[in-house]
C-alpha cells in the first residue's frame, strides 16, 4: 500500500516538469489557464505546510518536487500575461 | 490540521476545473504539454485507489475531483494532437 502512495507521489510530484519545460522553451502559455495555477500552487503550499506539521513525509516531499515547476509556470505565465 | 488539510485537497482539487473549461471553449491545447497529463492523470489515479483501499476519505475526494478535468483536458489534448 505505501509503495502505492509513493508511485502515485512521484506520478503526480514529476508530472508538472514536462510542461514547465515545455513553457521555459516555448515561453507559449495562451492555452494555459492562469487561474489553475494560481489555485493549485497555493493548494501544493498547503499541502507542504501540511506534511511538515502531520509529520508525512510522502505528502511533504511529493508537493515539495511538485511546486518547483508549477511556481514557474505560474511566473511565466504571469510575465506572459503582463506583455 | 484536518482543515489546512482539507483546504488543500479543495484548492488542488478544484483546480483544474478553470483550465478544462478553458480548454473545452478554445480547443487551444498548444501550450499543453500532453506528457504532463499523462503523468498526471495516471499518478491521481494511484492517489484515488490508494485513497479506497487506505480508507483515506480525504485523499480519495480530492483526487475523484481532481480526475475529471483533468482526464476531460487529457482526451481534448490527444484529439488535438491526431487532427
Known amino acids: 500500500m ?5 508511485l502515485a507521489g512521484i506520478l503526480t510530484g514529476i508530472s508538472f ?3 514547465s519545460i515545455k513553457t521555459i522553451k516555448t ?3 495562451t492555452s494555459i489557464s492562469l487561474f489553475t495555477y494560481i ?3 497555493c493548494g501544493v503550499s498547503l499541502w507542504i505546510v501540511y506534511g511538515f506539521f502531520a509529520k508525512d513525509i ?8 511538485t511546486i518547483l515547476p508549477c511556481s ?3 511566473i511565466i505565465k504571469i510575465r506572459e500575461s503582463i506583455k
Chains 1, 2 share one sequence.
Open 17 to 19: 516538469i514536462p510542461q
Open 72 to 74: 514557474l509556470i505560474l
Open 2 to 6: 505505501v509503495y502505492m502512495g509513493l
Open 27 to 29: 515561453r507559449d502559455t
Open 58 to 65: 510522502a505528502v511533504f516531499v511529493t508537493n515539495l518536487v
Open 39 to 41: 489555485l493549485f500552487t
